[in-house]
T-cell receptor
């Protein structure tokens, strides 16, 4: 079965500094990987997705992620954090059951200080 | 295009009661998935519907059920509510529910069981 592991439950950065949220995946085939963000009391918003077209994926709000098969990683980065980036981030893999079934990581809470 | 809508947004029930939650997908989307989010278990897949048929089901007891109507709107029902059913229930829609498609999430229904 496919799974994702988010290596940090909390990440704290200062505004204007880089963001790195780490995710490792486990999959027996070429996976579809996603990063979603959830702001307090809100639903989930897609940041970006990897579907084997390109290993470096650019998303919304300046986020990007690089798929590294050799390291089974899909880390999320942003060059400069903004206060509005403070939220919970989920790394997600689509399980290969024939039809879409998302398997979520445990989430990383990003804290941004002024 | 309007996003995914869920009603009601908040619900308070007592143990033993049953509850029905509703989800209207993005216009044109035919696949609807449901997820449960709790602090302890995180985000877990409940089931997925396409063309009024359940194609995929997660590891939840039979008290959790759902259905989809011909207009793709979906409902989920939880019977004999337990305290542990308190959660945020999220609905997501996509065009066909294919592996690489993006799922678009609604704001969720927050259920509190007393």
């Amino acid at each position: 079965a496919q799974s994702v592991t988010q290596l940090d439950s909390h990440v704290s950065v200062s505004e204007g500094t880089p963001v790195l949220l780490r995710c490792n995946y486990s999959s027996s085939y070429s996976p579809s990987l996603f990063w979603y963000v959830q702001h307090p009391n809100k639903g989930l918003q897609l940041l970006l997705k990897y579907t084997s077209a390109a290993t470096l994926v650019k998303g919304i709000n300046g986020f990007e992620a690089e798929f590294k098969k050799s390291e089974t990683s899909f880390h999320l980065t942003k060059p400069s954090a903004h206060m509005s980036d403070a939220a919970e981030y989920f790394c997600v893999v689509s399980e290969n059951t024939g039809f879409q079934k998302l398997v979520f990581g445990t989430g990383t809470r990003l804290l941004v200080s002024p | 295009k309007a996003g995914v809508t869920q009603t009601p947004r908040y619900l308070i029930k007592t143990r033993g009661q049953q509850v029905t939650l509703s989800c209207s997908p993005i216009s044109g989307h035919r696949s609807v998935s449901w997820y449960q989010q709790t602090p302890g278990q995180g985000l877990q897949f409940l089931f997925e519907y396409f063309s009024e048929t359940q194609r995929n089901k997660g590891n939840f007891p039979g008290r959790f059920s759902g259905r989809q109507f011909s207009n793709s709107r979906s409902e989920m029902n939880v019977s004999t509510l337990e305290l542990g059913d308190s959660a945020l229930y999220l609905c997501a829609s996509s065009l066909l529910g294919a592996l690489q498609e993006t799922q678009y999430f609604g704001p969720g229904t927050r259920l509190l069981v007393l």
